[in-house]
Structures are given as C-alpha cells and as structure tokens.
C-alpha cells in the first residue's frame, strides 16, 4: 500500500473524527475548532493566542475570535505575559479545564467501548508511523517556510 492511501485514510479519519466530536459533544454548545483550542492550552500550557494559531495551522483572527468567545463563557482567562507586553497569555480557567478533562474522558470512554477490530500493537504500530510522518512534514514545512522566507 503507498503512503498517499495512508494519508488519503488519515483525512478521511480526521474528518469523521471532527462529526463524531461534534454528535458526542452535541450540547457542550462548544464546535471542533473552539474544543481543539481547550484542548490544546490543557495539553500544552497557556499560549498567545500566535502560538495557538500557529500550532493548529489557522489564522490569528481565527483563534482570536474562538478565544474570545471562550473568555465569554469563562472557560480561559488571559494572563500577564512576561515575555511580551501587547500579547496575553491566554490559559484555562478551573471551569474550562474541568469541561475539557471531562470531554476528553467522555471521549475515552466512548472509543473503549467500540469495537474496531484492532490489537493494541497495531495501535501502537500506527502511533509511530503517524509520528514519523507528522515530523517528517513538519521539517519540509520548516525547510520550506525558511527558503520562502529568504525568498522574500
């Protein structure tokens, strides 16, 4: 099997899991994008709302407009950021850590009970593979976000 099958599955697999996401968490009232940035400050920490866009590959107005509504809802606060003066840190509340841990446990619990008729070694298995090739187009973005940079 090529790699271009293994990434057609993995954008159909992305897919399907955003519309599972979306009808398991139909009345958080939360959509994939707004679920994604709770997820991403619970697994990597408080982040400008740059770093955020940049680690999930969208625009800045984009994730401003998410966060925003996230502080709405009280579920991230911004934070003083010592390292910039004008761009906050935004990081989670009590509220919206717990709202995301309990969609993420909701989450597991959910996958446990389906039967996909997989062994755990290929999970793992693939878990690699994904690695390997989630870092390797991570370096020709890179390599080609730097010759374009020169370019300019």
Known sequence: MQVGHLFDEVRGLSLTLKQWGDALHE?????????????????????????IARERGASRQHVQQLVDALLERDLVQRKRNPNH???????????GRALVENMRAE???????????VSDRAVEEAVLV???????????????????D???
């Open 150 to 152: 020169a370019a300019t």
């Open 27 to 51: 009345g958080s009232g939360l959509a994939a994008s707004t679920r994604g940035v709770l997820d991403a400050l619970l697994l990597g920490g408080a982040a400008t709302v740059p770093r």
């Open 107 to 117: 989450e597991r619990d959910a996958i446990g009970r389906m039967q996909a008729g």
């Open 85 to 95: 003066k004008r761009s906050s840190l935004i990081a989670l509340t009590d509220k």
């Open 130 to 148: 994904l690695a390997a090739w989630r870092t390797a187009l991570q370096r020709d973005t890179e390599r080609r976000g730097a010759l374009v």
